[in-house]
C-alpha cells in the first residue's frame, strides 16, 4: 500500500494504473540498484576505515601543490578581483530582446540574470537566456574569418567580399541579404545602409519557426501594417490559446509570463484570469489552463472560423456581414459544437477583456483570430503600439524562386540556417553552392555556413552593442560584457564595413540614438552624453508615450485574405504537428549542454527528440514507450523513440523542432532528429502540421532519457497533504486514500511531479503559516 | 593535502615585508587594497608598486626585474602562501570590517623578509577563534559574533 491517493498524485502513468510506487517504470529500481554491502560488521567496519584513514594521512604528508597569483600589470579601475561586475544588457537569443543583467568576475561574463528596469521582461529570463551564456565559450565557434574553409584575414576577406558584390552589381544581377525577420532598430538601419550602397541589394528575411511573419502579414491585411502586436495578458480577462505556447515558446513568453502570473495570482486585488487552451500537444500553457481541449491541428481553421462566427453572430461591428459570409465559407470543424459554444459564451461574456491568440503558422488562422478580436472589440491587444514592426522584405518563397531561376548575384547570410531549418534544405545548399558569392556572417561553419565561400564570424551577443524595440515604449540595449574571445566582428559592423562605411558600429548606433533615439526619449534630459550613459548603465530607455491612433480593420482585404480556404482535405493518417519545445526553439543553441541536459518542463525528457503521442494511438499502433518509429510523408521521413504524452491529441504525433543538428558542435550533432524535413510548404510557406504521415515500427527499442521518475519519494511520506484555512491554518499531515473530488488530470500530474512537498487542496485566501503536527 | 604551516616558498622578485610594512610602515591595505571590498585580499599590480620604487630606487636588481615585467607587458607570477581549500569559502572584508588584524592570521608579516605560514590554517584553527571571539566581545560594546554554521563556510 502506497502512502499516497494514486487516484490524486502519481509520477507517471505506470504507476497510476499499477498500485505500487516504483522506480521500475524507466529502468531505476533504488532496492535493486544500491545493494547494502554484503554484510559490513564492526571488525571490518574498522578495518576499511582504518585504510582510508591511513590513505588519507599518507597522503597528508604531501605539500599542496604550488599555487600562483599572478596579478594585473595595470589594474582596471573598475575590477577588484573576488568581486563581480554586473552589466546590463539584453538577450540575444530570441526576438523577444529581453533585459538581462550580467554578471562577470575578473571581464569573464558567468552568470545571467534578468533586469528589473526593463518593461517587459521585468526581471525575468527564459531557460534559454539563463544558458546563453555558455554558448559564448562554445569551443565550435569560428576562430575567426574563413575563405573557402581556410583561415583568412579581415582585410583580405572584405577586399574579396567587396569586390564580389561591385561584380554583382556590374552584372546587373542582384544582392540578397537574409535576416531574421526581428533584428531590432539600428541593425534595421545598419541594413538600409547597406541596401542603399548597392541598388540590386534587397532584404529577404527567414524565420525559422515562421508564426511571428504569419501574424504580421495577417495584421498587413487586416490592419495594414506588418507588425506582431502587443499582447496585455494582465489586462485580460478570458485568454483563449489556440495551440500558442505563450508561456513556454510563443513570442515573448517571458513577459506573457510575468504578465499572466500577475493576473493569475489568487490573492490578487482582481477576478482571476480565465484561460482555456486549444491545443494539439501538451504544452506549458496548457497545462496552466483553466480547460483544456485537444484539436487536430488541421481543425484550428475551422475551430478559428467557428468561433469567429459566433462572435461575429453576438456582434454589430462594421462589416460584420461581409466576415460572416467570407468565415461561412470554411468548412464546419470536427470539434465538438457544445463545447465552442461554451468558449464563444465565455470571450463574449469578457468582450473587451477576452484575449484570442493562435500558435499557427498558417496565415489565415491569423486572420481568422484577428477577426474574432476585432469582432470582441478587444482593449489587450494593440496593433497600433506593436510588439514588433516587421521591415519590408522579400519572402523566402521568393528568394527561393530567385535562386532557382539564377538571377542572384551574390547572397548573405546574416544568422540564419535555412539549409538545417527548412524542409527543403538540401535544395537549399544545393541552390546557394551555384550563387558566384556566398558570404555568411553564422558564428560557425554550421550546416548553412558550409555552403558559403566566405565566412565572416559574428561575435556571440554577449560581446557586442545593439539594440532592440520593446514595444515600442522602450529600448532596450545590448553591451559587450566582454571583450571578444575570437577574432571575430559583429554582423552589422560587417555590413557598414562592405557597404563602405568607415565608422564603427558602435559610432554608427550612438549617431543614431543621437539623432533618433534622444529627441523622443521619455526623461532624455539636457545632455546627450548623460542619457546615452544612464541608458546603458539600465540596459533600458524608455520612449515619450506618443498617442497612436488605432489601425482601422480592411474588410475587403481581410475577406481576400481568407479566400482559398475550403473544408479542410480529408486526409488519412496520422496527422504530424510539429512545435517548438522549450530550452531548444530552433535548434539554434543545440551546442549547448545545459539546453540539451534541462529536462522539458512536460515531458521531462532530455538529450533529443522524441515522437509524442496519446497512450490510446500508441496502444492502437501497438508501440511501447521507447519504441523506434519512423514518421514518413513520402520518402522525408524522421526515426525517432516513443513518448507516451498525455494530453497529445487521439491522432497526432508531435515532434519537437530544433534537433538533429549535423553541424552545430560536438555537444549537438546527431542529438535525435530532425525534423523540420516533415514540415509542410504552402505556397512557399513552411507550415509546421501536416496531416496524412504513415507510421511504422523500426523494431528498435531505445531508452529515453527522462527525469519524470526521478526523486521517488521511496515509500516515505515527503509529500505532505493539508488542507489550508484562512488565519488560523493548521496543517495535518495525512497519508490516507481518501478520495477527493479535486483530482488533478493525468496529464497535469504528468508534468508536475512532485515539484512541491506539500499539496495545498484548496485556495488559500490569505497568507497562511503551517506547522507540522 | 596537510597543513601548511610554515611553508615560506621563494618568490620572483625578493620583496621584503619587513623593509615595506615594518621598517617604512606602509599600511597593509594601501597595496592589498581589496581586503576590505572583497573575498581576496589581493597583491597590487604591478604598476601599483612602480608607484614608489620608480621615485626612490630605479638602478636596485629587484626593482629593475619589475620594470622589465611591465615593459614586457608579462605579469609577475607570485608564488601563493596562504591557501585554503576550494571547499572552503572565505572572505577577506566581513574579517576586516570585524577589525580582525591582519596579523591574527598571516602573522608578524612586518618582520617578514621573506613570508611565511605562521598558522596552521585548519579548520580547527578557523572555529577556534570563531568560537572565542563571542566570548571576548560579550562584554564590549561592539558585540561580534562569528558563526559557527557549516554551510558559512562550506556550500
Ligand atoms: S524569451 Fe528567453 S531567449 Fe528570448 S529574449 Fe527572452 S530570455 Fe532570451
Redesign the pocket.
Known amino acids: 500500500m502506497s502512502l499516497l491517493d494514486k487516484d490524486k498524485y502519481w509520477q507517471c502513468a505506470d504507476e497510476h494504473v499499477n498500485e505500487d510506487e516504483h522506480d521500475h517504470v524507466h529502468g531505476y529500481d533504488h532496492e535493486r540498484d544500491n545493494p547494502p554491502p554484503a554484510s559490513v560488521n564492526r571488525r571490518s567496519f574498522f578495518k576499511i576505515m582504518g585504510l582510508s584513514t591511513a590513505a588519507v594521512a599518507a597522503a597528508g604528508c604531501k605539500r599542496a601543490p604550488v599555487a600562483k597569483i599572478v596579478p594585473y600589470l595595470t589594474k582596471p579601475e573598475e575590477v577588484t578581483p573576488g568581486e563581480a561586475l554586473w552589466y546590463a544588457s539584453t538577450?540575444?537569443?530570441?526576438?523577444?530582446?529581453?533585459g538581462?543583467l550580467l554578471k562577470t568576475r575578473d571581464g569573464r561574463p558567468i552568470k545571467v540574470e534578468g533586469n528589473e528596469k526593463h518593461p517587459a521582461?521585468r526581471g525575468g529570463?527564459?531557460a534559454?537566456?539563463q544558458a546563453?551564456v555558455l554558448s559564448l565559450y562554445d569551443a565550435a565557434r569560428a576562430r575567426g574569418p574563413l575563405a573557402a574553409g581556410k583561415a583568412t584575414t579581415w582585410a583580405e576577406l572584405d577586399a574579396a567580399v567587396k569586390a564580389g558584390f561591385a561584380r554583382a552589381a556590374a552584372s546587373g544581377k542582384s544582392i540578397r541579404v537574409v535576416t531574421p525577420p526581428v533584428v531590432g532598430p539600428t541593425a534595421d538601419a545598419t541594413i538600409a545602409a547597406f541596401l542603399a550602397a548597392f541598388p540590386t541589394a534587397k532584404r529577404v528575411t527567414f524565420d525559422a519557426l515562421p508564426y511571428e511573419e504569419a501574424i504580421a502579414d495577417a495584421h498587413a491585411a487586416t490592419h495594414g501594417a506588418r507588425v506582431v502586436p502587443a499582447y496585455n495578458f494582465g489586462g485580460a480577462k478570458v485568454v483563449v490559446s489556440v495551440g500558442a505556447d505563450f508561456l513556454g515558446t510563443w513570442v515573448?513568453?517571458?513577459a506573457f509570463t510575468r504578465d499572466y502570473a500577475k493576473a493569475r495570482d489568487p490573492e490578487g486585488v482582481r477576478p482571476m484570469l480565465r484561460h482555456i487552451q486549444i491545443e494539439s500537444t501538451m504544452s506549458l500553457a496548457g497545462a496552466n489552463a483553466d480547460r483544456r481541449y485537444s484539436v487536430a491541428p488541421s481543425d484550428e481553421i475551422p475551430v478559428l472560423a467557428a468561433l469567429a462566427r459566433r462572435v461575429l453572430e453576438r456582434s454589430d461591428v462594421a462589416g460584420k456581414d461581409t466576415l460572416l459570409a467570407a468565415v461561412a465559407k470554411i468548412g464546419p470543424a470536427k470539434f465538438d459544437a457544445r463545447s465552442l459554444d461554451a468558449v464563444a459564451k465565455e470571450i463574449l461574456a469578457r468582450r473587451t477583456e477576452a484575449l484570442v491568440v493562435s500558435g499557427s503558422t498558417d496565415v489565415r488562422a491569423q486572420t481568422l483570430v484577428n477577426i474574432i478580436n476585432y469582432a470582441l472589440g478587444t482593449t489587450v491587444v494593440s496593433s497600433a503600439r506593436p510588439l514588433h514592426r516587421l521591415a519590408a522584405a522579400l519572402s523566402f518563397a521568393e528568394f527561393l524562386a530567385e535562386l532557382k531561376a539564377g538571377s542572384v548575384g551574390a547572397v548573405l547570410l546574416c544568422g540564419v540556417n535555412p539549409v538545417y531549418a527548412h524542409p527543403d534544405g538540401a535544395e537549399i545548399a544545393k541552390a546557394l553552392r551555384g550563387i558566384p558569392l556566398v558570404v555568411s556572417t553564422n558564428d560557425r561553419v554550421d550546416e548553412t555556413a558550409s555552403a558559403a565561400a566566405y565566412l565572416a564570424p559574428s561575435h556571440h551577443f554577449l560581446e557586442s552593442w545593439g539594440d532592440a524595440a520593446t514595444a515600442l515604449t522602450a529600448l532596450s540595449l545590448s553591451q559587450p560584457a566582454v571583450t571578444p574571445l575570437f577574432d571575430t566582428r559583429g554582423t552589422w559592423e560587417s555590413l557598414l564595413a562592405w557597404a563602405g562605411r568607415s565608422s564603427a558600429y558602435y559610432d554608427f548606433m550612438r549617431a543614431r540614438w543621437e539623432k533618433e533615439v534622444f529627441p523622443v526619449a521619455a526623461d532624455a534630459g539636457a545632455s546627450f552624453q548623460a542619457f546615452w550613459d544612464r541608458s546603458v548603465h539600465d540596459g533600458v530607455a524608455a520612449l515619450k508615450e506618443a498617442p497612436e491612433a488605432a489601425l482601422p480593420f480592411r474588410i475587403d482585404e481581410t475577406q481576400k485574405a481568407l479566400e482559398g480556404i475550403g473544408a479542410s482535405p480529408a486526409v488519412g493518417g496520422v496527422e504530424v504537428a510539429l512545435y517548438a519545445k522549450v530550452g531548444m526553439r530552433d535548434g539554434a543553441l543545440a551546442n549547448n549542454g545545459w539546453l540539451q541536459e534541462l529536462p522539458d518542463p512536460i515531458s521531462k525528457a532530455t538529450w533529443g527528440n522524441y515522437a509524442a503521442m496519446s497512450p490510446a494511438l500508441a496502444k492502437k499502433q501497438g508501440l511501447a514507450e521507447g519504441a523506434g518509429v519512423t514518421v514518413s510523408f513520402g520518402d522525408r521521413k524522421v526515426t525517432l523513440p516513443v513518448l507516451i504524452q498525455q494530453g497529445t491529441h487521439e491522432n497526432v504525433v508531435a515532434l519537437a523542432l530544433g534537433y538533429g543538428r549535423t553541424r552545430a558542435g560536438k555537444v549537438g550533432n546527431g542529438v535525435g532528429a530532425n525534423a523540420f524535413a516533415l514540415a509542410r510548404v504552402d505556397a512557399g510557406r513552411v507550415q509546421l502540421c501536416r496531416p496524412g504521415a504513415a507510421i511504422s515500427a523500426t523494431g528498435a527499442v531505445e531508452p529515453l532519457a527522462l527525469t519524470q521518475t526521478h526523486h521517488s519519494q521511496e515509500k516515505r511520506a515527503l509529500v505532505r497533504e493539508a488542507t489550508a484555512r484562512p488565519a488560523s491554518c493548521r496543517v495535518t499531515p495525512r497519508t490516507t486514500s481518501r478520495p477527493s473530488a479535486r483530482t488533478r488530470s493525468g496529464a497535469a500530474a504528468r508534468c508536475t511531479g512532485f515539484a512541491s512537498t506539500v499539496i495545498l487542496k484548496d485556495r488559500p485566501k490569505t497568507r497562511a503559516s503551517f506547522s507540522n503536527r | 593535502m596537510g597543513s601548511q604551516q610554515g611553508y615560506e616558498p621563494a618568490q620572483p622578485i625578493a620583496y621584503s615585508h619587513a623593509l615595506h610594512a615594518g621598517e617604512l610602515q606602509i599600511n597593509c591595505l594601501y597595496c592589498h587594497s581589496g581586503a576590505e571590498k572583497s573575498r581576496h585580499a589581493g597583491v597590487p599590480s604591478a604598476s601599483i608598486c612602480m608607484n614608489c620604487p620608480a621615485q626612490v630606487k630605479k638602478d636596485a636588481p629587484e626593482i629593475k626585474k619589475l620594470s622589465a615585467a611591465i615593459e614586457s607587458g608579462t605579469p609577475i607570477e607570485w608564488t601563493r602562501v596562504h591557501r585554503l581549500p576550494d571547499f572552503a569559502y572565505f572572505n577577506h572584508s566581513r574579517h576586516v570590517a570585524a577589525n580582525v588584524a591582519c596579523q591574527t592570521c598571516h602573522g608578524a608579516v612586518e618582520t617578514m623578509v621573506r613570508v611565511k605560514q605562521v598558522e596552521t590554517m585548519t579548520m580547527g584553527w578557523c572555529l577556534d577563534c570563531h568560537r572565542n571571539t563571542e566570548k571576548e566581545t560579550r562584554s564590549a560594546a561592539k558585540r561580534i559574533a562569528p558563526t559557527t554554521d557549516c554551510s558559512a563556510c562550506h556550500y
Open positions: 538577450c540575444g537569443a530570441c526576438s523577444a530582446a529581453c538581462i521582461s529570463v527564459c534559454m537566456g546563453s515573448s513568453p517571458v
